[in-house]
């Protein structure tokens, strides 16, 4: 579980991100919540994801941070000049046939639209790395949709990441899976 430290990044002073922790202000939370359910209604907008279930994502929000701390993972919310405007998440994954050892699944990366251009996305996906490789993690996955977050894929792959094998159940079309090994 993540300590809820907050990070500043030099390239921006105004910007803050922050582990969202047990005993994370219920302020924090509730803006957390909001930016994930915000991604979810993302989702269920583009073509192919009519089986995307929000009802699911709406206990992820309801549990928070609890949701992905319970499954060995956390989360990190991100604040440009007080106002909040990103969010991603991970979970740890069962090895198996398609899942290497000692491996997270990354989730629900989201920036807002007015933040974004200011490689928020980035900031926070290197964290989670970073946190992957402090706790000793051998691979991050993902899954996501090329043709409705073009950026976050392009993104991906220029971080590193690389098709991989489907390792979940994702029910929405037309996904790619992808990994990154360290």
Known sequence: MDDGKAECTS??????????????????????????????????????AARFCLGSLQREADGLPMSYADQGGGSLLAWLRGEPVGFVA????????????????????????????????????????????AAGRKAVYLDTAPQAMASAYRLYLEMGFMPCSRYNDNPVEGLAFMVKFF
């Open 90 to 133: 991970w979970r740890a994954l069962a090895p198996g046939a398609h899942v290497a050892t000692d491996a997270w699944e990354m989730k629900r990366l989201w920036v807002r639209p007015a933040a974004r251009g200011r490689r928020l996305g980035r900031r926070l996906t290197q964290a989670v790395l970073d946190r992957a490789v």
């Open 11 to 48: 390239a921006d002073s105004a910007l803050r991100i922050e582990g969202l922790g047990a005993a994370a202000e219920e302020v924090r939370v509730a803006a957390a919540r909001e930016l994930l359910l915000e991604y979810g209604r993302f989702v269920i907008a583009q073509p192919g």
